[in-house]
């Protein structure tokens, strides 16, 4: 059984072999995208078991997906298959100069989006020590959202360990008091809440990280760690605070992917049961490594690469 359960959506991602826009692009290289896929992925590399939640289409992106999860370590006992509804898909262009890549992506009535309360409550959550959730399953559909409720319902009941990431994606919302008021109930469900600063400023109405960490532990959580990219985060618990400083990147070559990094960093350190602050001195440095390779996940060390790179940027 695996100790860690990532729910959301996995995409077919279609990114341009070379430069330019998108509808100039004749050929494109495929992989995987999903915030919660590149978490998993980055936890396998770590050592750690990740089952993957989620719904998949019945067609050659779903089988694709499910075969390349398997291929990376993740299981895939939870995941169900759609005969009627299809895998999302994203494209990305390439970029060069370290901005952030355009990607849209194409998921409306999407397999995933159709995966309900009903399945959640299938699910066997014996041996599982940490589920992570983040702001994207709840914003694809009402059903999703549903199953994003019960899935922290019966974690918090088996008394498991969440931690939850608002992951704001505006674009997929009816509108942004529902995200707002959406993301806030089900920070109340979370052991540990990992905001952006920027996302603080929407979810809290603030960006001064006491101010916004405050909100959020009224709400029950017994940590927030607040993201402040390249300068590092604010870590907040009831016993106090404190600023983990951030490594510089040497070049910032893709920036996707990065929040996920630090989440890996953090979720490893909580299962490996090190103090809180060293697990965001280790997201802090899986977000550097991550926005200096390009791709979603390809960046993600393995345990020996991580603490190489800790080592030598510590010395320096």
Known sequence: M???????????LLTADTPGKLEDICHFSRSMSGAE?????????????????????????????EG???????????????????TGIQLKNRTTDGSDPYAPY????????????????????DGVDLVHVTGIPPALSESARAA?????DRAREAGIFVTFDPNLRPALWENEETM??????????ADLVL???????????????????????DKGPK???????????YLFTAEGSTKVPGYKAEKVVDTVGAGDGFAVGVISGLLEGLPMEEGVRRGNAIGCIQVMTAGDNEGLPTTEQLQAFMERRDAD
């Open 2 to 12: 695996a100790n860690v359960i990532l729910f959301g959506e996995p995409m077919a």
């Open 148 to 152: 994003t409720h019960r899935l922290m």
């Open 195 to 217: 905001p952006g600063i920027a996302e603080c400023e929407v979810l809290a109405g603030t960006a001064d990280p006491e101010k916004a960490a405050a909100f959020f532990l």
């Open 180 to 189: 707002r008021q959406v993301l806030n109930e089900l920070a109340k469900k």
């Open 106 to 125: 194409y998921r409306k009535g999407s397999a995933a989006s159709h995966i309900s309360a009903a399945e959640i409550d299938a699910l066997d959550l």
């Open 37 to 65: 896929v590149n978490v998993a992925i980055g936890l396998t590399r770590l050592g750690h078991h990740a089952q993957y939640l989620t719904r998949l289409g019945d067609d050659p992106f779903g089988r694709y997906i």
């Open 68 to 86: 390349a999860l398997k291929s990376s370590g993740i299981g895939t006992e939870f995941i169900t298959v759609d005969p009627v509804y299809r």
């Open 223 to 233: 940590a927030v760690i607040i993201k402040d990219g390249s300068d590092g985060a």
